[in-house]
């Protein structure tokens, strides 16, 4: 019976450093030329390490152009805290799909935002991030990519 194919996000700080060192060789190939023999041995991991593993990392930006993206948040009940999300969204060319926000408990609202990643949006994984990095977003989870 074939395994099944079951796909998770993993913040990079939870990964182990071998599926750190893969991703950094199949970048070196991609960018780069030169042998795999050549980038593991820049990277310092034995091949049958890459090969165990070469095709189960990438980067969250890597084959999400035309897919979407779904994440919930946290934050605070501020004036403007909406409308700073919408413009760090728009600033990566996504194109929101549906957008939910729950009435505001003890002054923090849920918010749930599915977006569509559009051919030239910028770098998915950095988006999340500038999200998480904006003052009053409490919490921030991806709950499906497709």
């Given at each position: 019976m074939e395994e099944e194919k079951k796909y998770y996000v993993v913040r990079?700080?939870?990964?182990p450093e071998i599926l750190l060192e893969v991703a950094k060789v199949n970048s070196m190939l991609e960018n780069e030329d030169?042998?795999?023999a050549e980038a593991t041995a820049r990277v310092g991991i034995s091949r049958s390490s890459y090969y165990k593993y070469k095709d189960d990392i990438f980067p969250l930006r890597d084959n999400?152009?035309?897919s979407t993206l779904t994440f919930v948040m946290s934050m605070e009940d501020?004036?403007?805290?909406?409308?700073?999300?919408m413009k760090t969204l728009?600033?990566?060319g996504v194109n929101i799909l549906t957008i939910h926000q729950t009435i505001p408990v003890n002054g923090v609202a849920s918010l749930t935002i599915s977006v569509e990643i559009l051919p030239g949006a910028g770098d998915s994984s950095e988006m999340i991030a500038e999200i998480e990095r904006l003052q009053g977003v409490r919490y921030l989870k991806?709950?499906?990519r497709g």
């Amino acid at each position: 019976m074939e395994e099944e194919k079951k796909y998770y996000v993993v913040r990079k700080k939870a990964l182990p450093e071998i599926l750190l060192e893969v991703a950094k060789v199949n970048s070196m190939l991609e960018n780069e030329d030169m042998t795999i023999a050549e980038a593991t041995a820049r990277v310092g991991i034995s091949r049958s390490s890459y090969y165990k593993y070469k095709d189960d990392i990438f980067p969250l930006r890597d084959n999400l152009h035309g897919s979407t993206l779904t994440f919930v948040m946290s934050m605070e009940d501020q004036p403007g805290m909406l409308s700073l999300v919408m413009k760090t969204l728009a600033s990566y060319g996504v194109n929101i799909l549906t957008i939910h926000q729950t009435i505001p408990v003890n002054g923090v609202a849920s918010l749930t935002i599915s977006v569509e990643i559009l051919p030239g949006a910028g770098d998915s994984s950095e988006m999340i991030a500038e999200i998480e990095r904006l003052q009053g977003v409490r919490y921030l989870k991806i709950l499906a990519r497709g």
